[in-house]
């Protein structure tokens, strides 16, 4: 079966390495002085877009799980990556899905969401308006914010703060 491939430019490729090796609980196959690859034999791709007010280009990754024991490999993995940045997320109503999800930064500030999907809904997710100060609306959490207020996303689609944080 074919790969998918993801390539991204890092600015420390050793705490990359460190840091993407703990994510996928797996050792990369190929490690130069520039360069790392994982070859992934358990994932699969789930590709999404949308049009919802976000500036144009990557939003974030992430990864399905199949179940709450999947999810909760997941979350230990992601913790054990980067214990400063790390959100979690119960019950969430984004993207159309009601998801048990937490989230991760890398080390440049691309998000990782892992998540286990419960039920389809109709609606994209929370709105603004119906979200209490101290809850979040379906977002991609920023590095500061997964480290500094964990749990205190808040997004809308007004363009001043859609250039503080990115909201799927």
């Known amino acids: 079966m074919p790969y998918f491939h993801v390539h ?33 034999e358990d994932l699969r791709l789930i590709f999404a877009i949308s049009s919802r007010g976000d500036r144009p280009g990557l939003n974030h990754f992430g990864v399905q799980a199949l179940s709450d024991e999947d999810l909760a490999v997941l979350r230990t993995r992601a913790i054990n990556a980067n214990e400063g940045t790390f959100v979690d997320e119960a019950d969430a109503r984004c993207c159309y899905a009601k998801s048990d999800k937490h989230w991760v930064s890398d080390p440049q500030g ?59």
């Not at 119906?130 to 997004?155: F, L, Y």
């Open 8 to 40: 991204l430019s890092v600015d420390n490729l050793a705490t990359n390495i460190e840091f993407y090796s703990r994510l996928f609980g797996a050792q990369a196959h190929k490690i130069k002085s520039d360069y790392a690859k994982w070859l992934i």
């Open 110 to 168: 691309i998000p990782w969401e892992h998540f286990y999907t419960r039920a389809d809904i109709d609606e994209f997710g929370d709105s603004v308006e119906a979200v209490a100060e101290d809850e979040h609306p379906c977002c991609v959490p920023s590095p500061a914010q997964t480290g500094a207020a964990k749990g205190a996303v808040r997004c809308t689609n007004s363009p001043e703060e859609l250039l503080d944080r990115e909201c799927c």
